[in-house]
């Protein structure tokens, strides 16, 4: 346990709080059940657990307005919640079900709703940078105040599509705010081996972008900054580069024995991570004791069988239907 | 298009048909925008867009940084934002730097979301050999994107299809490529006063013949209408028929020119290893291997990249003289 946790400061929302704390908690826990699903055969393929990360994901969605759209990548369970498509529908997606957010055809990495704007998982690392310059370019062509929120590992800011993007997003002013989630690893590279430059926001300064760094396991910091990057993008001020420092305490994927990283250095990461941390806060402010947490975890594990249940009656798309969707099916 | 008066006709270049045909997209469609390197201040690297930065401003003619990948990732972006971006790459060549978003993005999103979002982008760009730009600014590559599905693939020959083609690409939901040779250019044309869009899904034939079909497209199209005037020449009528998409591929066309003539010669300017040459020749074996009196003959591309000296540039792509060597050879059954 923490021990001597620091209240929250007098200007935090007590209710509000509780929010973040519950939203983070439900996609702890349906990450949890995701990869119990994942032993039992239920979910196959690849799979990319948000658990760590939760503070990020949970900050960020706190500034994301409904005509804002959100592109993401392969570890997007926790955005996908976060951002509202219904637990039932990722659920059944990972399930390979038709009844699922995308038909059961992207699973995992292919979260899609067009319905609040999620515009996928995207699984080619740094593949949705370019994507999101793009809506932010629509977004400011036809004078809505809409932002585009990229979300992207710092495995991706070794790729040129980063830098490109950047540039881009800098050049024409564009609303698009830049979220590095840097947990320091590309799958199993450590970040000094592979940038030249670990201080990141300093990429994004080169391209005259306005950056900042915060701690990604604090979901207070992470929701301050996201709110800054919105007000400055939806305000005119161009693109936004934050860079999330956080940690996954599980594998990549489910194939990953985790050869180059310690026990210890992952234990002690855990004991810093953003649930612990943030429930010991509550506590000390009075706002969560055993039984209010208990009443949570009850509310969310009954979602999350919910979800297993839908998502286990739900329907293989039938073969016939293979092709559609290659092309429109409503043509000119 | 088929009204009984005479079509008035005029003479106008390939460059000015595609010109006529973004600027009337420019007009028509405030949601249109046309992005690219260098399509605003230098006018367009063949001279195409000439002007237009100044009719329509910097907000619709965007001149790009030499980011491929992210100009042409953003036109999928805008698109799935509501705008209707016409995306220039300069060659095909370069086009291999924005691979990742056209062939991982463009042509999966629609199909990987479970059809919930398309991605209606149209990128136009060059493609070819002849005018000695060596082995990074020649090659046909438009067969690597014809394998992909979810992609829409066209090859306008002609200047109304040139003129025509970009309207119903820009109507099309999905996301269209549009490759422009570069010798095609400053070729000339009669385009009718009236012309306007076209379809973009039938094969079509520019040239009755009994004897062979010449099937081909782009701008090995030219290529074989004079080889067909040279064969009819010598007593052997050639049918021409002009693929235009090469994606998806109008086999009811190939088939029933090949049902006619019982002989093919295809004329491709990509290699033929992998290439649509072979993807026709396998299509006619499948599903009209009856009806051919002898093999399918291919003429394309030799399998070297496309040098620089002139003399070396011509060995090395599709020919008059081969083409009506090969369908000789197949209507003779001999060299």
Redesign the interface.
């Known amino acids: 346990m923490i021990t001597a946790a620091e209240p929250l400061p007098d200007t935090v929302d007590g209710e509000h709080a509780l929010v973040l704390f519950t939203q983070m908690l439900r996609v702890r826990r349906f990450e949890e059940k995701s990869a119990e699903m994942y032993s039992k055969g239920n979910i196959r393929g690849f799979l990319h657990l948000y658990i760590g990360e939760e503070a990020v994901g949970t900050g960020i969605m706190q500034s994301v307005a409904p005509q804002d759209?959100v592109?993401a990548t392969y570890r997007e369970h926790g955005h996908a919640l976060l951002r509202g498509i219904p637990m039932n529908a990722v659920m059944a997606e990972m399930f390979g079900k038709?009844e699922?957010?995308?038909?059961?055809?992207?699973g995992s990495m292919?979260l899609?709703?067009?319905a609040t704007r999620f515009?996928?998982g995207?699984a080619?690392v740094g593949?949705g940078?370019?994507?999101?310059?793009?809506?932010?370019?629509?977004?400011k062509?036809?004078g809505t105040d809409?932002v585009?929120w990229c979300i992207f590992g710092e495995g991706a800011m070794a790729e040129?599509?980063f830098h490109?993007?950047l540039?881009?997003a800098e050049?024409?002013q564009l609303p698009v705010v830049f979220c590095c989630e840097n947990n320091f690893y590309a799958m199993g590279t450590a970040l000094d081996r592979s940038e030249s430059e670990t201080r990141l926001v300093e990429k994004a300064r080169s391209y005259r972008l306005d950056a900042e760094v915060v701690d990604g396991m604090d979901v207070l910091a992470t929701e301050a900054a996201a709110r800054r990057a919105a007000d400055s993008a939806r305000s005119g001020n161009g693109p936004y580069f934050i860079e999330f420092q956080t940690y996954r305490f599980k594998a990549h994927s489910m194939f990953d024995a985790e050869r180059y990283r310690s026990k210890e250095e992952v234990h002690e990461h855990e004991l810093h991570g953003p649930l612990r941390t943030f429930a010991a806060r509550l506590s000390a402010s009075g706002l969560l004791d055993d039984d209010k947490r208990a009443t949570l975890e009850a509310e969310i594990a009954a979602e999350i069988e919910a979800a297993v249940a839908f998502a286990e009656a739900g329907t293989p798309e039938p073969v016939d239907d293979l092709t559609?969707?290659?092309?429109?099916?409503?043509?000119? | 298009m088929n009204s009984s008066e005479p079509t008035a006709m005029r003479e106008i270049t390939y460059r000015e048909a595609a010109r006529e045909a973004l600027h009337e997209a420019l007009t028509n469609d405030e949601r249109v925008?046309l992005m690219g390197e260098d399509v605003g201040r230098y006018g367009g690297s063949y001279a195409v867009s000439l002007g237009f930065l100044e009719e329509f401003g910097p907000?619709r003619i965007?001149d790009?940084?030499l980011?491929e990948?992210?100009?042409?990732?953003?036109?999928?972006?805008?698109?799935?934002?509501?705008?209707r971006?016409i995306v220039e790459v300069m060659t095909v060549n370069f086009s291999l730097l924005a691979a990742?978003?056209i062939i991982?993005?463009a042509a999966t999103?629609?199909?990987?979301?479970?059809?919930?979002?398309?991605v209606p982008l149209v990128i136009r760009m060059a493609t070819g050999g002849g005018l000695q730009l060596a082995a990074q600014h020649s090659h046909s590559l438009e067969n690597l994107y014809a394998h992909i599905?979810?992609l829409?693939v066209l090859t306008p020959a002609t200047v109304e299809d040139v003129r025509g083609m970009l309207a119903?690409a820009l109507?099309?939901?999905?996301p269209v490529l549009i490759f422009e040779h570069i010798l095609l250019y400053n070729r000339k044309g009669l385009l009718a006063e009236q012309a306007g869009a076209v379809d973009i899904d039938r094969a079509r034939v520019r040239r009755e013949g009994t004897h062979v079909s010449l099937i081909t497209y782009g701008g090995s199209l030219w290529k074989c209408m004079e080889a067909a005037e040279l064969l009819a020449q010598q007593g052997i009528e050639a049918e021409v028929l002009d693929l235009r998409i090469l994606r998806p591929l109008d086999d009811e066309s190939i088939i029933a020119t090949v049902s006619k003539t019982h002989r093919a010669v295809i004329v491709d300017e990509g290699w033929r290893s992998g290439g649509i040459s072979a993807e026709i020749t396998a299509r006619i074996h499948e599903q009209a291997f009856y009806e051919l009196d002898l093999p399918v003959q291919r003429v394309c591309a030799v399998e070297v990249p496309i040098p620089y000296a002139k003399h070396l540039e011509d060995a090395a792509l599709p020919q008059v003289e081969e083409i009506v060597a090969a369908a000789k050879k197949v209507v003779n059954g001999h060299d």
């Open positions: 759209a592109v038709q699922g957010c995308s038909r059961g055809r992207g292919h899609f709703d067009k515009i996928g995207n080619i593949g940078l370019p994507v999101a310059v793009g809506y932010a370019l629509a977004a062509m036809r809409a585009a040129g599509e490109e993007s540039n881009l050049l024409w559609r969707f290659v092309y429109s099916e409503v043509q000119p | 925008f907000e965007r790009t940084p980011s990948s992210a100009f042409v990732g953003a036109g999928i972006g805008a698109a799935i934002g509501g705008m971006p990742d978003q991982n993005t999103y629609l199909h990987m979301s479970g059809g919930q979002i398309n599905p979810g829409k119903t109507a099309d939901p999905d």
